[in-house]
């Protein structure tokens, strides 16, 4: 079959790679594929991964141990879990000591013409929801983890750093809890896409300082860090959206003097994602920057990876 | 009157400092300062303050604004805030924006004759509670802020790395709450104190990664917060209740991966703290290593910088 193959931190595309055989998973036919920052760190090497990248997915069951899933669409959650270690028998899966994770670490991803996946982690997409909607179900889930960590109330000031492909799903979930949100974002066409949802904008020279409730840093950046200390008041919460490629340098006592509470967030609940589409209280259409064929994923990276690009999206 | 005098990082005993005049607040005899890890950080220039430090005390009122108070044993909250500030008005008294804070910020403190405070400040001592208990009060209820934070259950597996001063008293609080404590000491005293209340100890070569639920770090070392990280589970506590010297490098991304929630940890409630010494349920008085007068408050803190060394006293 088709597909992007990543190894040694280049990656080609092959039309020769064997079709997947797990008969004790599903046979997925790749529909779409959506690029996120992590797929752009592994090919700069920040992750050490040799296979076929890709894991943000809407495609086709073709294969199953259970007939009834045959012709379903899907997306798959992306952590293949033991359910026999500590962490899976106390309830954190997601955690699970032997994971492996679709693209990522251990198991071939989905920039190719099929995947495989355990049914467990599949879930079918709602009729009314397109596939270029359900390609975003796992950052939406990923965004939505937030409010699975904290509790965010009408009257909180919540500060958004980062509008980029996540950022722009957090903003969005974060607007539904009603809080006193405003976003920084750096491209104009990020700024766009937030107005279109009444989101407000704030520049960081506007941010009084000591003054929000909740910080989500979302550009995995030390500026970004640095700001969000800056702009959270007394017994605030910071919530990390993103990884910090290297070690990071901070002054962890002015987080002890001012009882900061630090979280950090990755991977969320499908079903709560797959009802915010079916219901359009989401909308991340808009967010698709450009589509490129599987033949032509190298372009789809480096164009992932130009400034202000939101969502690629390669199709097969 | 007497008092030690903090300038340019240099302590001196001085006998010609004017006893404070503050009409709106009581006006008290100092009986015992303890010194901390604070007033001994401060000696070294790590806070700025020029003045009279100590800010752990036991003392007698001798004149205030409210008849009653004169002559009561007291112990007092060492932040005198304003009640107009947002953080005040907020519920965070702690976190006041124009607090001064005794023997610490903008407040001369205790290591001297007399000091004063606003009354609603001072909590008067239970009479079964001596001067050499009631002198914990101050640490005891900053160790008490984490329960405050957190919810520490009977099946948590609960590592306090540190069995100093203030690391005694977390720990003494901690094994209240019947959870699976273990602590990290270095020094035999400090083991002998915790083994004398029954709580366990562990050695570092004895902490199996990703095992605990929380991690209290009470050294404020670099060393002691990657062992914290290291024996976190994935979504565990760490515990900040040290300030760090300097900045601090860190792996963040892997705070965020396994999804590890930092609280910062400082001054707590007296009320439940003088309760705890009344029903004796904490003892802190195994932990007075020496006692000083104030005249030898020079060598008061040069003991107290010697390692393994648990609280020093002096007494006016």
Not at 67 to 75: A, C, D, L
Not at 164 to 185: E, F, M
Not at 286 to 300: K, T, Y
Request: charged share 20%; proline share 5%; glycine share 8%.
């Amino acid at each position: 079959m088709k597909a992007l193959w990543l190894e040694n931190n280049a990656l080609s595309f092959k039309s020769d790679i064997p079709r997947p055989n797990q008969p004790n998973e599903a046979l997925i036919r790749i529909v779409h594929t959506g690029l996120c920052g992590t797929d752009l760190e592994m090919v700069k090497g920040y992750y050490p991964f040799t296979g076929i990248p890709g894991h943000e997915f809407v495609g086709e069951v073709v294969e199953a141990p259970e007939q009834e899933w045959i012709g379903k669409r899907v997306v798959g959650e992306i952590n293949v879990v033991c359910h026999q270690c500590e962490q899976c028998r106390s309830g954190r899966p997601t955690h699970c000591e032997n994971r492996s994770v679709l693209g990522i670490k251990n198991r071939h991803g989905t920039l190719a013409e099929f995947t495989t996946l355990p049914l467990e982690n599949l879930h079918p997409i709602p009729e009314t929801v397109s596939n270029e909607a359900a390609v975003f179900t796992e950052p939406l889930a990923a965004a939505l983890e937030i409010t699975q960590q904290v509790q965010i109330r009408a009257a909180d000031r919540v500060l958004l750093i980062g509008a980029g492909r996540l950022g722009q799903l957090i903003a969005q979930t974060l607007a539904l809890t009603g809080c006193r949100l405003a976003v920084i974002a750096r491209h104009d066409h990020q700024k766009e896409l937030l107005s279109k949802h009444k989101i407000r904008l704030i520049s960081e020279k506007d941010i009084q300082p000591w003054s929000w409730d909740f910080v989500v840093e979302a550009t995995g950046s030390t500026s970004g860090l640095e700001l969000a200390r800056k702009a959270l008041r007394p017994r605030g919460i910071l919530v990390l959206k993103s990884t910090y490629a290297g070690d990071t340098t901070l002054n962890l006592s002015s987080f002890v003097v001012d009882e900061i509470t630090v979280i950090g967030s990755r991977c969320g609940p499908f079903g709560p994602a797959l009802q915010l589409l079916e219901t359009r209280k989401v909308d991340p259409t808009g967010l698709i920057s450009a589509e490129f064929r599987l033949e032509d994923g190298l372009a789809a990276f480096k164009k992932a990876a130009e400034r202000g690009i939101c969502k690629v999206l390669v199709s097969v």
